[in-house]
């Protein structure tokens, strides 16, 4: 067979090998928004010119709209029901505690990373924040790195110094590193997630934010310059999440139980808690709940009244709306409005390092994110389009430049 129709399949989505070097990107908290924005201040030509073209999508995240379950999705090509990953962090019920979901020994699903690498495709990983790189690189017999904890020797290669977890640089360096290895090593599939670090505290079009999209876009650009193909997609949305007078909108639903049904009665579980909560405080918009037995029905009542919240779910019905893993989510999900987040008790979050209004993520009002190709696709009309399409739409659906290269191929071959 020939590389251009040898396939894969992974977690029932067959994947033809790339014929070409493909760069899919994860922009963390990319609210479409940002992107229209920077391209009108004329900061981003080469998005501008993906967004302006018929390769330009909006697609839905996986809800919970946080960063593990979404990067999970994309590169598994699958919603959490079958790759595990529901949250950040979540109450083990086997263990009884609450833990990171950071360990591949949660991931129930192959990636499509992994299997490529398996039938010799090369593929090279990078990702901002260390959380996600075992998850990212299980199974991968490859390149994959965090910026966070990047060696001294891919410091020197990448040629800029160590960024700070919590800055703009963070993204910059897997921007930086994408551009170095492409170069370098000219892989047939490369993996970039950037941290949301600038969209947590500038709002679409705000000078910081369009300084981020226009260092980004160089960068993309480069790599479309050096052949790659390129899908851009996120892992969430990004919206306020302020009073009118600027303060966070919070519900603190852990006060609310304890106050109603009594302590001990319900347990409030935020999946978007991770070791890095200072530009957020771990308020998102999503929340799990765990009740004693027999309490459901009245927490769940409780929950729906308060103002603020827009959906209260049992574990059945979520985990059948938003594909997720019955056993890794409560017995109810809490969803606040678009302008309001969840907290557990107002004595456990500490907003003391919030330095901006707070913008945050996790609710289904983050769940529309940019899906843009540097190559003509066909995508079927009218087919909902989410994130995790991203490597089908382009290994599969970039027909039009795949088959004209094929064709090309095979002329210079006779
Ligand atoms: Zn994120």
Redesign the pocket.
């Known amino acids: 067979m020939t590389q251009a129709t040898r396939s894969i399949e992974v977690n029932g989505r067959s994947y033809r090998l790339p014929s070409e070097p493909l760069v899919v990107v994860c922009v963390?908290?990319c609210e479409y928004d940002y992107l229209e924005a920077a391209a009108a201040a004329g900061v981003a030509p080469f998005i501008a010119r993906l967004l302006d073209g018929s390769s330009a999508f909006r697609a839905d995240a996986v809800v919970p709209t946080?960063?593990n379950p979404n990067n999970l999705s994309i590169v598994t090509g699958a919603p959490p029901a079958v790759h595990g990953i529901s949250g950040n962090y979540f109450l083990d019920r086997d263990a009884g505690e609450e833990v990171m979901m950071n360990d591949p020994k949660y991931l129930r699903a192959p990636t499509i990373l992994a299997e490529l690498s398996r039938q010799g495709v090369r593929v090279a990983v990078v990702t901002a924040k260390d959380k996600l790189r075992l998850l990212l690189g299980h199974g991968l017999n490859g390149l994959c790195f965090s910026a966070e904890k990047a060696d001294d020797a891919t410091l020197a290669f990448v040629g800029l110094p160590r960024p700070d977890v919590y800055s703009a640089a963070l993204s910059e360096f897997v921007f930086a590193a994408g551009v170095v290895i492409m170069e370098r090593d000219r892989p047939d599939v490369m993996y970039l997630s950037t941290t949301?670090y600038v969209q947590h505290k500038h709002a679409p079009g705000a000078p910081e934010a369009n300084a981020f999209y226009a260092m980004m876009d160089r960068h993309l650009a480069r790599l479309d310059a050096m052949g790659a193909a390129i899908a851009l997609t996120a892992?969430?949305g990004m919206n306020a999440k302020t009073r009118a007078d600027g303060t966070p909108n919070i519900v603190f639903l852990q006060d609310v139980l304890d106050a109603s049904l009594g302590t001990g009665t319900a347990r409030v579980i935020l999946p978007i808690t991770d070791p890095y909560v200072v530009h957020h405080g771990a308020l998102g918009s999503y929340a799990t709940v765990h009740v004693a037995a027999g309490a459901a029905e009245a927490a769940r009542t409780l929950l729906a009244r308060l103002p603020g919240v827009d959906l209260v779910l049992t574990n059945a019905e979520a985990c059948a709306r938003f594909e997720l893993p019955p056993d890794r989510v409560g017995d109810l999900v809490v969803i606040s409005a678009r302008d309001v987040v969840l907290g557990t008790s107002a004595s456990r979050h500490d907003l003391s390092g919030l330095d901006a209004p707070l913008r945050s993520?996790g609710g289904v009002s983050e769940q529309e994110v940019p899906l843009l190709f540097n190559r003509p696709v066909r995508v079927p009309e009218g087919r909902a389009l989410r994130n995790f399409d991203a490597f089908d739409i382009a290994l599969n659906h970039a027909d039009a430049v795949r088959a004209g290269r094929a064709a090309l191929a095979e002329t210079a071959g006779h």
Do not use: I, L, M, W
């Open positions: 963390d908290g946080f960063t949301d892992d969430h993520h």
